[in-house]
């Protein structure tokens, strides 16, 4: 019987957790001639969510838990998770119920068919403030422009993705990972769904603007380099005009003789100038920045503890 491994990242849900288990529960229990397990991955949470999961286990065999040894991110989870997966398919879910876990179900009929990365688009984004859809519907039209991986707008990490995907991306160690990226770059045969997002059923979204900022700067730095020949551009444009420039000021000075004025001008001219500089050194460092990151190769990330799923589920099976 195939298996599927149902992905959970958390960080400090304990509001929320309970209700994602029923649900899953639910759904594992009325679906498809599929065994499911629940691995849940645990960035680094200070609250109760842990211990409550671990109660869970305590009934339910079927769950697993990884418990990262700090709060990493949600990428660097969802990695710890691919890592972990023992299932035949393996289906990446937020823990606070905006995505509709019976979607899974349907998502498993176009598996069947062949499809090999299966993922869900919002429809509509319930509970979001105006200025977040705004500024992500901007964010994703840029890269998409600047990029030459195609990167879905509204599809998250929801999505079931076939073993052979899976590996694919356990095989991609980058420390300043953009996974929604990555899923395009790996290729498979992709298939799109419809959902309409819920809001939460608790607790507080876990995004602050900073690690949106920087979420969204690594999507561009490890997509493009584009940044980098705008400033190449821009730096081609000043110095022609730059030289036009002087060919006047030449002429003017040598017809009609050099006079002191034009300060202003000179002002104008080393403040923007030195402005562009500081701008495009400030690129060349953002990428600079993340190939010294991966230069240090470190491990993605420590694991405290890995509670297992004892069940005939594990590895035994295979
Ligand atoms: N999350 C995580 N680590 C983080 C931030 C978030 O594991 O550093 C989890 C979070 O618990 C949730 C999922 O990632 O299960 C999506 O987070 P959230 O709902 O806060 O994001 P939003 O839906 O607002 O984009
Ligand atoms: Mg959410």
New binding site residues.
């Given amino acids: 019987m195939k298996r599927i491994t149902v992905i959970?990242?958390?960080?400090?849900?304990e509001s929320?957790l309970e209700k994602m288990y029923e649900r899953l529960t639910l759904l594992a229990d009325s679906c498809c001639d599929y065994r499911f397990d629940f691995l849940f991955?645990?960035?680094?949470?200070t609250d109760q969510?842990l211990p409550i999961i671990l109660g869970l286990k305590a009934f339910d065999d079927r769950i697993s838990v990884v418990d990262l040894s700090r709060?990493?991110?949600?990428e660097?989870?969802?990695l710890a998770g691919f890592d972990h997966a023992q299932g035949d398919a393996a289906v990446v879910?937020?823990?606070?119920l905006?995505q509709p876990p019976e979607l899974i179900k349907e998502m498993i009929v176009w598996w069947e068919k062949g499809y090999e990365d299966v993922y869900a688009v919002r429809k509509e984004r319930k509970g979001?403030r105006f200025l977040?859809k705004w500024t992500s519907a901007f964010y994703y039209r840029i890269l998409q422009k600047a990029s030459k991986t195609n990167i879905y707008p509204n599809a998250?990490?929801f999505r079931l993705l076939d073993r052979k995907a899976v590996e694919a991306l356990k095989t991609i160690r980058e420390q300043e990972r953009y996974t929604k990226g990555l899923y395009s770059w790996i290729g498979f045969k992709k298939k799109e769904l419809f959902y309409n997002?819920d809001e939460?059923a608790g607790?507080?979204?876990?995004?602050r603007f900073s690690?949106l900022f920087h979420l969204a700067m690594n999507g561009v730095t490890s997509y493009t380099t584009l940044p980098l020949k705008i400033t190449t551009i821009i730096g081609g444009i000043v110095s022609i005009a730059a030289f036009l420039y002087m060919m006047i000021v030449l002429v003017q000075t040598l017809l009609l003789g050099a006079d002191v004025s034009g300060y202003p001008s000179l002002m104008i001219g080393i403040l923007f100038l030195g402005g562009l500089q500081l701008i495009s050194l400030g690129i060349i460092g953002e990428y600079l920045g993340r190939v010294f990151n991966e230069t240090k190769k470190r491990p993605l990330y420590f694991i405290d503890t890995y509670y297992e799923s004892k069940s005939p589920l594990s590895k035994k099976e295979k």
Avoid: C, H
């Avoid at 607790?203 to 995004?207: A, C, E, F, H, V």
């Fill in positions: 959970i990242p958390f960080l400090n849900e929320v991955v645990n960035d680094g949470s969510s709060n990493y991110g949600k660097i989870a969802m879910i937020d823990s606070d905006q979001e977040k998250g990490d997002a939460r607790g507080t979204t876990k995004w690690s």
